[in-house]
């Protein structure tokens, strides 16, 4: 039996992901701070349903916490770490920005400090397709440079790969960075889209959208990513003998270090989007276009290739499909 430690477990994939992990029989242990970034009731009603399994094991623990983060890892002994703990969201870290240091930088340090001392056989951390900012070549490659974030959110995803691979060079830990983009499903965050989305239209309420509609999405439902998530936790990062420092290659090392897009491959406008949740609420949506947001990009969009080379990975959920599945999941809990 596997033990799998998953930080920000009772998050959306972090949920997800352990629920995945404890159907094929590992062994979870889940970390989370239940901070109210977002209503903190969803968080304990995803949580309650792995504390109905008995191969879970919750700790609420902050990452920033350096004593009790050792104390975690001197304890159990995990043979995989999972890091999905994150201050997420873009526009937040415009109004916040010490909560994203604090989270992503001190919490991310103290993760690999804990897979050094513990012998941690493979550790794979979420990073986001944030880290493309200023990129315009599509579509977006691990093999390409990422040195111009457009938002600190971005620039601590940026900093998380760069500080995992500087343990995997020092102490040799196989580290797998995964970029996620634009995930929805089930269970998914209230900050997001198709949550918002969905609350405004069923309260008769109008939704904001930006850059006139004019933006395209890799939206990635939240079964695929899971499956990505297992299938890159299987495949330890060996090094590349290929890699030459003369034309380094960012998403390879000649360490035990390695990165994924985890993405749809196919980029949706956002109006065809809305227009799918329209169809499946039933409803119009009463519309306020506006103009693009600071930190924000027209247009991401996954190459998947690498992925799908090494670990057979392969997006199968359309966005109809994902979005009907959503508003399924939203009016069950909600009752509407």
């Known amino acids: 039996m596997v033990k799998v430690l998953v930080t920000g477990a009772a998050g959306f994939i972090g949920f997800h992901l352990s629920q995945r992990l404890l159907s094929r029989g590992d062994r979870v242990v889940g970390l989370d701070n239940l901070n109210h970034y977002y209503d903190v009731s969803l968080k304990q009603a995803r949580l309650s349903q792995l504390e109905e399994q008995a191969n879970f094991s919750f700790y609420k623990l902050d990452l920033t916490d350096t004593d009790g983060i050792k104390q975690l890892f001197t304890e159990q002994?995990?043979?995989?770490?999972?890091?999905?703990?994150?201050?997420?969201?873009?526009?937040?870290?415009?109004e916040n920005p010490h909560a994203y240091i604090n989270s992503n930088l001190v919490g991310f340090i103290n993760i690999l400090e804990g897979c050094r001392h513990s012998q941690v056989k493979h550790l794979v951390f979420a990073s986001s397709s944030s880290v493309y900012g200023a990129n315009t070549k599509i579509p977006f490659s691990v093999h390409d440079n990422v040195d111009h974030p457009i938002s600190l959110y971005a620039a601590t995803k940026k900093a998380n790969e760069l500080m995992a691979h500087t343990y995997s060079h020092l102490y040799g830990i196989p580290t797998?960075?995964?970029?996620?983009?634009?995930?929805?499903?089930?269970?998914?965050?209230?900050?997001?889209a198709l949550f918002i989305f969905t609350k405004a239209i069923l309260s008769g309420q109008p939704i904001d959208v930006f850059n006139q509609g004019k933006m395209r999405r890799d939206f990635t439902y939240i079964d695929d990513i899971v499956a990505g998530i297992v299938k890159s936790i299987e495949k330890v990062p060996t090094p590349n003998p290929g890699w030459s420092g003369n034309t380094p290659d960012p998403a390879t090392s000649y360490v035990p270090y390695k990165l994924y897009n985890i993405g749809n491959n196919q980029p949706v406008e956002l109006m065809y989007f809305i227009e799918v949740l329209e169809s499946c609420l039933g409803i119009k949506a009463q519309k306020n276009m506006l103009p693009m947001q600071p930190g924000d990009v027209p247009i991401n969009y996954a190459d998947i290739d690498d992925i799908i080379a090494d670990v057979g990975f392969k997006p199968n959920t359309s966005i109809e499909e994902g979005i009907k599945k959503f508003v399924d999941w939203y009016r069950s809990y909600y009752n509407c």
Request: hydrophobic share 45%; aromatic share 14%.
């Open 77 to 94: 002994k995990f043979d995989i770490v999972v890091n999905l703990a994150a201050q997420a969201g873009v526009r937040h870290s415009l």
């Open 176 to 192: 797998t960075g995964l970029r996620f983009f634009s995930v929805y499903g089930p269970w998914g965050r209230p900050d997001m």
